[in-house]
């Protein structure tokens, strides 16, 4: 039992740091090949944050683990919200009223929909899968185009480089290289770690596979997700702390689930369908008035989003 609990830490540790060089060193080899510091921002930074939660859905998808794969990406959804939003709240509190991200926000909640709808038509097959990146893929259009306006616009590329985490413009291409190598060897060792010791520990507790992804898997694999925020948050950047959780959670749901579902079939446990979808799409929501009526998150704000997760992860252990 302490040899489960030590390969799952292990693995998770190997995770976030693979995760962290996946991002820098492809951050760095797009920003090289002349990719615009905003399309990279959604889109390749978004991939490189989630790639925990891809690795280990398409891991537990093949070692017939469905409910970790399921409950890893619908409890990293909720606890980017109630967590990743209200640890950083209740600690420093964030100032969103002063940004636009309304348009985000919308396509967020679509895909949240669009995938409880494809959910009721489960299992999930590559059917699914293939709707889903289609979804994302129509997202990603749309961003680009509004990216390209923006750069239109004339807005410096200096200041895009500055709020895009990992771009350094003199690091070397060896040492691009060895980021890239690292991450693509740690994610899937992280991964095969975390899944089969969670899986072990499941079994031991006579917990389900679908709880500990909900909880202690979905909770590790937002480490990258709270630590952005967190940064964010003290830097006094709202916009870049409440959209990193708005493209992660659109992320999380469209590509890891779309992909994950190319490589088997995902079987949905009724208690997803009853409760924890619900739960996911409730959290977005709480969102609604600070992204339409630009409200700041204050401290009190942070302590019931916080408080809200606690509850949360009790009812679904018990």
Known sequence: ??????????????????????????????????IPAL????????????????????????????????????GSNTANVLLVLGLPALLKGLETGDHDTRRSFVFMLAGSMWFIALAFWGPITWVHGVLLLAALAAIFADQAYEAHKHRKAGSAVEDELDDLEGADPSLPWWRIGMFMVLG????????????????????????????????????????PELATTMMAAFRRQADVALGNVIGSNMFNLLAII???????????????????????????????????????????????LTALYAVYVIVVLT
Do not use: C
């Open 1 to 34: 039992m302490l040899q489960d609990y030590l390969f799952a830490g292990l693995g998770l540790v190997i995770l976030l740091l693979a995760g962290d060089a996946l991002v820098r060193g492809a951050v760095n080899l797009s920003l090289r090949l002349g």
């Open 39 to 74: 399309i990279v921002s959604m889109t390749i930074v978004a991939f490189g944050t989630s790639a925990p939660e891809l690795v280990i859905s398409i891991g537990a998808v093949l070692e017939g683990a469905p409910g970790i794969a399921l409950g890893n990406v619908v």
């Open 258 to 304: 779309g992909v994950a579902s190319l490589f088997g079939e995902i079987e949905v446990d009724p208690a997803f369908l009853r409760f924890d979808f619900w739960v996911m799409l409730g959290a977005s929501l709480i969102l609604l008035p600070f992204v339409l009526y630009h409200i700041d998150m204050k401290r009190t704000f942070g302590a019931v």
């Open 184 to 223: 693509l060897i740690g994610l899937p060792l992280g991964a095969d770690l975390l899944v089969d010791s969670g899986v072990n520990i499941a079994r031991v507790w006579g917990v389900s596979e679908t709880a500990i992804g909900l909880t202690l898997i979905a909770v590790g694999t937002s480490l």
